[in-house]
Nanobody, 132 residues
């Protein structure tokens, strides 16, 4: 069973909005944070946004600040990514990750939330394509 399942990706036009969803399965444990990363063809996976269930704090990549909003429900192990004013350079496969206390300490996450190493569980990704 895939630990995380993303949905909501599709083809949109520049300037449009889109909301991605991610739900963690029952086989995920001690989750204290969830985040979104993206990977464009030929590029490395990059951080987009994350949210800590313990502190409620959110973090964003500079490239999406003011346009994207992360939210969710820690008790339901669900996270969303509201994306507004989409640009062609936002085109990528978007992955959801979850940080677990069984994998890394929360303190490690707070210092490294933009690093894929902070996340124990991953989804298979959802494709977002923004046409110009």
């Amino acid at each position: 069973q895939v630990p995380l399942v993303e949905s909501g990706g599709r083809l949109v036009q520049a300037g449009d909005s889109l909301k991605l969803s991610c739900v963690a399965s029952e086989d995920t444990f001690s989750i204290y944070a969830m985040g979104w990363f993206r990977q464009a063809p030929g590029k490395e996976r990059e951080f987009v946004a994350s949210i800590s269930w313990r502190s409620g704090s959110t973090d964003y990549a500079d490239s999406v600040k003011g346009r994207f909003t992360i939210s969710g429900d820690g008790a339901k192990k669900t996270v969303y990514l509201q994306m507004n004013s989409l640009r062609p350079e936002d085109t990528a496969v978007y992955y959801c990750g979850a940080g677990s206390a069984l994998h890394r300490s929360p303190e490690y996450y707070y210092r490294n939330y933009a690093n894929t190493q902070s996340y124990a569980y991953w989804g298979q990704g959802t494709q977002v394509t923004v046409s110009s």
